[in-house]
């Protein structure tokens, strides 16, 4: 059969019941997007944003008062106790690395995969790694105890010829997640470059219309920032060949990163011999579950932004539905890791090990074994439901339940496996005192300070790519390309 | 619709030859397999075991590949779709007939826990009585197979129907419990459920039969590799080996995937696909080669650090005698060797790397599920027989038979497929 005989017989059109919903609805000139977007940056701050900064401040200032407390009184102000030696420090370590996650899963994976709705939420998922990680760094460094001896972390030379133990996961952390640190915010920041660049040449356009002299001063200032940040980017050929191979390379290297960062946390449990810590499924596990609950924050950061920010046709109900999938997806991953542990905890016939399976669903803390399972496994299959999964009140709602179930997974791993040792003359009750559980709260709000600052001062959805991705960036698009957006601010 | 679409090659007598040859492996085979038989029946249970695994992978991967195909709703891989939907439709019937033979030696040359009278003398095996029994074992592989027959053939179902849809010939109808799938699709997800548009119906109930298939997936393929390879020792046990089970076939199915597209298109028989298929075969083939690796290697590790006897003994065994250069030829062919040749951009093209890859491929799988199989048997190292050809020629021949006249029946490329335009006007 000759090629055009074989193409004629096969239909390349496309039902339009299954035609692809765009990504920007409306279909809006370019323009409109770099006013949608640059508008946020640009105006000032509706009295809603200055409350929550205040509140996220003070919540900051107060986990730093705890924690400055720690350092001065020592870890005993925590809940520890024989044998449950890992507390909070460590599950809030690993809670925050795993929303951490999603961030560079979406821009590296997914642009490897080509998964164009990405460029909407990419950039606000990013910075959410950034600031997470950032969150989760603070936990180690303060549950080594004596903080001041934390640079021993570091292979660094010293007149004692100490070294750190390489043998440990822990230091394996502290590479693997530095790594991650450092590429997660190059990475950020040059996709950062060329809207820095829309925003330091709008701010010079706009500068004739300061009116008081501390306006244009400030105009000024910003200038020299965002034009300093933007590294002279003029947007022209070559460089957006270097931008472009650059972030193709950027994103191959991170993604590696997103599997090893979580794949070496893991490794902290599961090198050891402990019941309920060792087990070999522990580094895919871990990063579903990392990538489920990464996307989980990803979407309760989002949906109060787009509504606020009337951004809901740029961050469509489809991109929604989209993150709706992931979170079903990882979560009935996490799902099957915990159904398989449980059954090999059987099938293996280690008494021990059974028995901290049993121990974690129906001993002492049952309570969060359920929450765990209610909120991880049960929760996200609700999104079989188109429904649900397309209603952004009730997304919202299960994403709250993805974050608690998340902390409470990595509750349930270390302290219910710690609280039962092999005799029983060492079991023990493992309960948070008021140090823990607000030095943990405050992290929120760094969190919070961070990303406010970030939706105030940065792009928070990345101008040039969303553009790319519209049916008028086609030049065969029928909308006529350049043509819709004549006279449009692009 | 005129014959020369359904069969594009029928007349084509130049193909006649290399449709033969699989025949020719068929006779061969059974000839190895009987002297195999008379030589050493425990052998040729293993090699056959072996063998029926290494296909096995070839016919799950192919399913999970429709699977996602459908799942994320792919454009490019929409031409590739039907062979893919044949390679998935061996489960059932014919890897289910080629797996009775391993029903009947599975009692006295396979399983040894089989042959253990009273489960009280073995822990390992009393522990999990419930599901180690042989009426168990037999109710459960059956099940197994009755499972993947009702996916892989509704799949295919749809999509041969949806070729029609639109003309006098389309009969596509819902089978119990078909029906009520779609009515709560139509009830609960507010999905229209159009009837009457029947090419949109057909992607449809193959979305559907995705959505929950691929949970199930998940679940059967890790409960075949339990019970039929894991079992032949079993004290070991990993939470990962399911897992590392699927890696390892889907890695074979992407290199046979993309081998298949060249024959066909060099053949003309598909040329619908082109340079974006083959480049994301490619890719993906790279994707899984880091995978496997990164599998295996977080098995294989969490076992050596914690160092539980009950763990070690599964891989001490396998780095005794020469079976320690296989564990590095699996380290270095496994992973190393295709890694590094697949890094480029340029050889997921070229017809001179990736030929060359598909055999490699085949040959490192192979071994791979040799090492799971034969220490069992030969603890000092590999001991090649003439049964283990013997196997793959019988099973490889008799499948690729069956493939190639269900391929040669039906149309090759999916001839009304919603997302072919991106696959085909994008290149």
């Known amino acids: ?490 | 619709m005129s014959d020369a679409v359904t069969t594009p090659a029928q007349d084509s007598e130049e193909s006649t030859n290399w449709r033969s040859i699989p025949q020719i492996a068929v006779v061969f085979g059974l000839v190895l397999c009987m002297y195999g038989l008379v030589q050493d029946k425990q052998q040729f249970a293993f090699s056959y075991l072996t063998a029926f695994m290494f296909f096995l992978s070839l016919g799950l991967g192919s399913l999970f590949m429709v699977l996602i195909h459908h799942l994320f709703d792919a454009g490019w891989s929409a031409p590739i779709r039907r062979y893919l939907e044949h390679f998935s439709c061996l489960l059932f019937p014919w890897l289910g007939v080629a797996f009775i033979p391993i029903g009947f030696m599975a009692p006295d040359y396979i399983y040894p826990w089989m042959q253990v009278a009273d489960p009280h003398e073995d822990h390992a095996l009393y522990v999990k009585k419930a599901l180690f029994n042989k009426p168990t074992w037999y109710a459960a592989s059956t099940l197994l197979f009755l499972f993947w027959g009702w996916l892989t053939h509704r799949l295919r179902y749809w999509s041969l129907q949806q070729d029609k849809s639109g003309t006098a010939e389309f009969e596509g109808k819902l089978m119990f419990p078909e029906h009520l799938i779609a009515s709560f699709y139509k009830n609960f997800q507010g999905l229209p459920f159009e009837k009457d548009n029947q090419q949109v119906l057909c992607t449809r109930m193959m979305r559907i039969h995705a959505a929950y298939g691929v949970v199930l997936f998940a679940f059967t393929l890790t409960l075949g590799a339990i019970l039929w390879m894991k079992s032949i020792q079993h004290q070991f046990f990993s939470t990962m080996y399911g897992v590392y089970y699927f890696a390892g076939s889907v890695w074979l199915t992407i290199s046979t995937a993309w081998i298949t597209a060249r024959v066909l298109k060099a053949k003309g028989l598909l040329p619908q696909v082109h340079n974006l298929q083959f480049y994301h075969l490619g890719t993906m083939l790279l994707a899984f080669t880091v995978f496997y690796a990164y599998i295996h290697f977080s098995q294989y590790f969490l076992i050596w650090n914690a160092a539980v006897p009950e763990e070690t003994f599964w891989y001490v065994l396998r780095e005794q005698g020469t079976w320690a250069y296989v564990s590095w030829a699996l380290i270095i062919g496994h992973f190393l060797i295709p890694f590094l040749t697949l890094l480029r951009i340029d050889v997921k093209l070229t017809n001179k790397v990736m030929v060359p890859v598909f055999i490699w491929v085949i040959l490192m799988h192979y071994m791979d599920m040799y090492f799971n199989m034969m220490p069992e048997i030969h603890p000092d190292g590999p001991s090649p027989a003439v049964a283990d050809l013997g196997a793959l020629l019988l099973i490889g021949g008799t499948l690729i038979w069956v493939f190639m006249r269900s391929l040669f029946s039906h149309p090759i490329c999916p001839l009304r497929d919603p997302r072919m335009g991106e696959a085909i006007e994008h290149h």
């Open chain 1, 1 to 490: 059969m000759s090629e055009p005989a074989a193409h004629s017989q096969v239909e390349t059109s496309t039902p339009k019941e299954l035609v692809r919903e765009p990504l920007v609805l409306n279909n809006r000139p370019l323009g409109w997007i770099t006013n949608q977007v640059a508008g946020i940056v640009e105006g000032d701050m509706p009295k809603w944003w200055n409350i929550a900064f205040g509140v996220s401040f003070l919540l900051m200032l107060m986990s730093f008062g705890y924690i400055g407390y720690l350092i001065t009184t020592g870890v005993g102000v925590w809940g520890l106790n024989h044998p449950v030696a890992w507390g909070w420090a460590i599950v809030n370590f690993v809670f925050w690395i795993g929303i951490g996650h999603a961030g560079t899963l979406i821009s590296a994976i997914l642009f490897l995969l080509r998964q164009k709705w990405r460029t909407s939420v990419n950039r606000t998922a990013e910075a959410m790694t950034i600031f997470a990680v950032i969150c989760a760094g603070i936990f180690p460094g303060i549950h080594v105890g004596r903080i001041w001896l934390a640079w021993w972390l570091f292979p660094l030379p010293n007149a004692n010829a100490i070294w750190p133990q390489f043998r440990s996961p822990l230091l394996w952390d502290v590479f693997a997640v530095s790594t991650y640190f450092t590429v997660s915010l190059l990475f950020w920041y040059m996709g950062l470059i060329p809207d820095l660049a829309t925003i330091r040449d709008r701010l010079r356009k706009n500068a004739g219309q300061c009116k008081t002299g501390l306006d244009k001063m400030i105009n000024k200032l910003k200038q020299f920032l965002y034009g300093l940040f933007s590294m002279g980017w003029i947007g022209s050929n070559r460089h957006w060949r270097n931008y472009e191979k650059a972030y193709l390379l950027l994103a191959g290297l991170s993604t590696p990163l997103v599997l090893s960062v979580h794949s070496i946390v893991s490794f902290d449990f599961a090198v050891s011999q402990l019941p309920g810590w060792h087990t070999t499924i522990f580094p895919p596990y871990f990063v579903a579950g990392a990538v489920f609950s990464g996307f989980g924050m990803v979407l309760t950061l989002m949906i109060p932004m787009r509504t606020i920010f009337n951004l809901e046709e740029i961050i469509t109900v489809r991109h929604l539905e989209l993150m709706c999938k992931v979170i079903m997806a990882t979560g009935t991953i996490v799902g099957y890791a915990y159904g398989m542990e449980f059954f090999i905890a059987w099938y293996g016939g280690n008494p021990y090990e059974l028995y901290a399976f049993k121990n974690r669903a129906f001993g002492p803390y049952w309570w969060s074994y359920w929450i765990m399972i209610s909120c991880n496994v049960i929760s996200p299959q609700l999104f079989w439901f188109k429904w649900c999964r397309t209603s952004p009140w009730f997304i919202f709602v299960v994403s709250i339940f993805v974050n608690i179930g998340m902390w409470f997974e990595r509750f349930v791993i270390v302290v219910t496996s710690l609280h039962r040792d092999y005799l029983p003359a060492s079991w023990g009750y493992y309960s948070p005192t008021q140090v823990d559980i607000l030095t943990f709260v405050g992290t929120f709000g760094l969190f919070m300070v961070l990303f406010l600052l970030f939706i105030r001062y940065l792009p928070s959805i990345t101008i040039f790519e969303v553009k790319a991705v519209t049916p008028q960036a086609d030049p065969h698009s029928v909308e006529g390309g350049a043509d819709r957006v004549k006279g449009g601010d692009h």
